[in-house]
């Protein structure tokens, strides 16, 4: 009896009502954050890069306020240090091997369709622009807005909250397809084919988070190191260091 009561409260109910007003609220944050570095700086380096990171600030920390009122923090964003940090590590690198299979085979799946190729052209340009440059999109977008602010944002608030609905209470893989529908969508700058492959990404880092026993820290580690890979094969290119 103990067991089930410990299961039916690790889950506890949250109603389509207050998802909606919680989803709504966070995406009204994010959207909100990014126009003022716009505004102050127009649409250079300075201005999308602290757009980029000033809305992903802005979002987390009303998804914070949520799962604190909602007593789910702790089981939603698992930062704990992972119990087995060997096992940790060798997710993140299995995971970081997957992702780039994924963009390789998603290239082949758009071409196959007739879509556009994915264009990261507007983001490649600004990363490339100088060494400080580089290094500021890897710290502030790689690691900290990408890696750790979407885990936070995608695979624990958003997918903990659909976990909870009505219908799909503890039902895992539901919750994992509509987050990473949910993660596709604001790709949409790349193309219809970038949304595909980062939904097929974002599906792939839930199982990560389920294989890890929740921990969040093998997707963080693989979502930062596959985002690290392609800015650092762009720059490089850039330099003439590789065709």
């Not at 994924?102 to 340009?125: K, Q």
Request: aromatic fraction near 12%.
């Amino acid at each position: 009896m103990k067991q089930r009561s410990l299961s039916r409260n690790r889950w506890r109910r949250l109603s389509w009502l207050r998802f909606v007003l919680q989803l709504f609220t966070v995406a009204l944050a994010y959207f909100a954050a990014s126009i003022p570095p716009i505004l102050l700086f127009g649409e250079t380096n300075a201005g999308v890069l602290g757009s980029v990171v000033l809305s992903m600030l802005a979002a987390l920390l009303v998804a914070r306020l949520w799962l604190a009122s909602d007593g789910s923090l702790r089981h939603a964003w698992s930062l704990r240090p992972p119990q087995n940090m060997p096992r940790t590590l060798a997710l993140a690198a299995m995971g970081t091997g997957v992702i780039t299979f994924l963009f390789a085979a998603g290239a082949v799946v758009i071409d196959a369709l007739g879509l556009p190729p994915i264009d990261v052209s507007m983001v490649l340009d600004y990363v490339t622009q100088g060494p400080v440059s580089f290094m500021l999109w890897v710290v502030l977008v790689a690691w900290l807005a990408a890696g750790l602010g979407e885990e936070l944002l995608y695979r624990g608030f958003l997918l903990d909250r659909l976990m909870r609905l009505r219908g799909m209470r503890g039902r895992r893989w539901p919750a994992a397809i509509i987050q990473a529908a949910l993660f596709g969508l604001p790709h949409l700058y790349q193309g219809w084919g970038g949304v595909l492959v980062t939904a097929s990404i974002g599906l792939f880092l839930a199982w990560l988070r389920f294989a890890n026993r929740g921990n969040l820290w093998a997707c963080i580690l693989a979502h930062a190191a596959i985002d690290t890979i392609m800015l650092s094969l762009a720059y490089s290119q850039s330099l003439g260091w590789i065709s």
